[in-house]
């Protein structure tokens, strides 16, 4: 299994996590390449999910941030 690329986006990961499912689905592999197939979507699915959880991150610092600034405004 190769180690995805340094600047891949998540939405190129989504689109080849797609990609995976529908061959998978699909049927009619080989035993051996559905296996590298699954793990090359785990290896997907885990970096999304961590580029979701760095997100989910930023975006509840800024409310942080927008929050402890509107207290001290008195919004």
Excluded: R
């Excluded at 592999?29 to 989910?56: H, K, P």
């Excluded at 930023?58 to 941030?65: C, H, P, S, Y």
Aim: net charge negative; proline share 3%; with cysteine.
């Amino acid at each position: 299994m190769e180690p995805l690329p340094e600047n891949l986006t998540y939405k190129e990961a989504i689109e080849q996590l797609e990609s995976i499912v529908e061959q998978l689905e699909k049927g009619g592999i080989e035993l051996e390449e559905a296996l590298v197939l699954y793990q090359s979507g785990t290896q997907l699915l885990s970096f999304c999910n961590q580029i979701l959880d760095q997100t989910q991150q930023k975006l509840e610092k800024i409310g942080l941030q927008s929050s402890a600034e509107e207290q001290l405004l008195g919004f």
